[in-house]
C-alpha cells in the first residue's frame, strides 16, 4: 500500500473492512439480479418505464449525479475536475438515459450513441447494421475507426475514458471513494497487459466468426462456433466480468477492474495513445516523494517512481483522470498534449512498456 492522503484508509467502507466487503455483495447481486434475472422488469413496470435496462439508465444516473456531486466536494478546487466531471454526467444523463428513452417511447430501438466498437461489440455486426437507419450505421463506423482514435491520438485516451464513456463515469463519480484501491504491483501491471489483450483478441475472434455466420449455411459448423462464442462473449465477458465484477469490486479492488483489466476498447485506445500526443510530464528534481499520486491513480499506475526518477512518461493503461496532478502538494505533475512542451528524449524509454 502506498503512503498518501491517509485519511482515506480510516473509513471502513474505504479499506476493505467488513463494510466494504458488504458493499461489493451487494453491487454484485444487484447486477447479478439485472442481467440473469426479471425482478428488476416488475420494478420498472411499477414506475412505468419501458424495461429494466431503462430503470438501469435512470439508476446509473442517479449513481452518478450523486456520486459527482460529492466527487465534487472532494476534488472541485480542479477546473479540471469541475469540467470533466460535468461533462461525463451530462453525456450520461443525455446520451446514456433520455435519449434511449425518448426512442424507445417513440417505438424506435433505444441506440446507446456514447458507446462504440470494441466496448459495444455487437454493434457492427452485421445483423445489427443491417436494421439501422444509415446515418446512425455511419456514426458508429466512422466513430468506432475515426472519431474516438483521431480525439485519443491527439488529446490521449482521456478524451474518450475520462470524458464520455458511461462505464469511466460510474468510476470517476460513484466510484471516487475507492479509487486508491487498485494494485500498484509488478504482477498487476503484467497480468492487465496479458488479460486485455486476450478480451481484444476474444472480440476480434468473434467477429470474424460473427461475419462467417452471415454467410454460412443453415446447420454448418461455422454457425455453431459463432453462436458458442458470442454467448460465451456476452455472458462471460459483457456480464459477468464487465458489470458484475467489473462495478461490484469497487469497495475492494478499485473503481477500474473492467477498465484496467477487460475493456477492449482500453486495449485499442491504450496502443494508440502510446503513439499518440499525450504523456504526463514531471517536473524536475521536485518530487518528495510523498505518493499521493501512486494512491489516487485509479489505473495502478506508480506514479511515484516516474516522478522520483524525473522520467515524464506515457502508459497504454492511463485514462487521463488527472487526480495525479490534482493531489500533488508540489505541482510535479501536468497532462500534457502540446508537441512543444518541454523536453522528449525521456517518453521513448517508456513507449514500448504497453
Ligand atoms: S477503459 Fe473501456 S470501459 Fe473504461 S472508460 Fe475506457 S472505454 Fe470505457
Ligand atoms: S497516471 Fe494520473 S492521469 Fe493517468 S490514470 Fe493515473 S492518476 Fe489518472
Ligand atoms: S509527484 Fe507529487 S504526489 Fe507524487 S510522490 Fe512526488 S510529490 Fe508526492
Redesign the pocket.
Known amino acids: 500500500m502506498q503512503v498518501g492522503l491517509l485519511s482515506t484508509y480510516r473509513n471502513p467502507v474505504q479499506n476493505r473492512a467488513a463494510m466494504a466487503w458488504l458493499w461489493a455483495l451487494l453491487l454484485m447481486a444487484f447486477y447479478i439480479d439485472l442481467y440473469f434475472f426479471d425482478h428488476l422488469d416488475v420494478a420498472a413496470r411499477l414506475v412505468h418505464l419501458p424495461s429494466k435496462w431503462t430503470l438501469y439508465g435512470l439508476l446509473y444516473s442517479v449513481a452518478m449525479c450523486v456520486g459527482g456531486y460529492f466527487m465534487l466536494r472532494k476534488h472541485g478546487s480542479s477546473r479540471y475536475h469541475q469540467v470533466r466531471t460535468a461533462v461525463l454526467v451530462a453525456v450520461q444523463c443525455t446520451l446514456g438515459f433520455l435519449l434511449p428513452l425518448a426512442l424507445d417511447f417513440m417505438g424506435r430501438p433505444a441506440y446507446y450513441f456514447s458507446y462504440f466498437f470494441p466496448l459495444k461489440y455487437d454493434i457492427l455486426f452485421p445483423g445489427t447494421l443491417k436494421d439501422m437507419p444509415v446515418a446512425v450505421a455511419i456514426w458508429f463506423i466512422a466513430g468506432s475507426f475515426v472519431g474516438v482514435p483521431l480525439l485519443v491520438f491527439y488529446k490521449g485516451k482521456?478524451a474518450y475514458c475520462?470524458w464520455i464513456c458511461g462505464c469511466g463515469g460510474l468510476a470517476e463519480t460513484f466510484g471516487d471513494p475507492w479509487r486508491h484501491l487498485s494494485d500498484k504491483s509488478d504482477r498487476a501491471w503484467r497480468v492487465e497487459q496479458i488479460s486485455i489483450y486476450m478480451v481484444l483478441a476474444l472480440v476480434f475472434v468473434m467477429f470474424g466468426l460473427v461475419i462467417g455466420d452471415a454467410y454460412a449455411a443453415d446447420g454448418s459448423a461455422v454457425r455453431a462456433v459463432a453462436q458458442h462464442t458470442r454467448s460465451f462473449y456476452s455472458f462471460a465477458i459483457g456480464s459477468v466480468f464487465s458489470g458484475v465484477l467489473g462495478t461490484g469490486l469497487y469497495p475492494l479492488m478499485g473503481t477500474?477492474v473492467w477498465c484496467r483489466f477487460g475493456c477492449p476498447m482500453a486495449a485499442v485506445l491504450g496502443l494508440i495513445q502510446k503513439f499518440g500526443r499525450f504523456r504526463?510530464t514531471v517536473k524536475k528534481d521536485m518530487c518528495i516523494a510523498c505518493g499521493n499520486?501512486s494512491t489516487?491513480?485509479?489505473?495502478?499506475?506508480d506514479?511515484r517512481a516516474y516522478a522520483m526518477a524525473n522520467q515524464d512518461?506515457k502508459?497504454a493503461?492511463?485514462?487521463?483522470?488527472?487526480?495525479?496532478?490534482h493531489v500533488c502538494p508540489r505541482g510535479v505533475?501536468r497532462?500534457e498534449t502540446r508537441d512543444d512542451a518541454g523536453p522528449h528524449e525521456a517518453i521513448g524509454t517508456w513507449t514500448l512498456d504497453l
Open positions: 482521456r475520462s477500474r504526463v499520486c489516487y491513480c485509479e489505473m495502478g499506475i506514479v512518461f502508459r493503461s492511463c485514462v487521463g483522470c488527472g487526480m495525479c496532478a505533475l497532462l
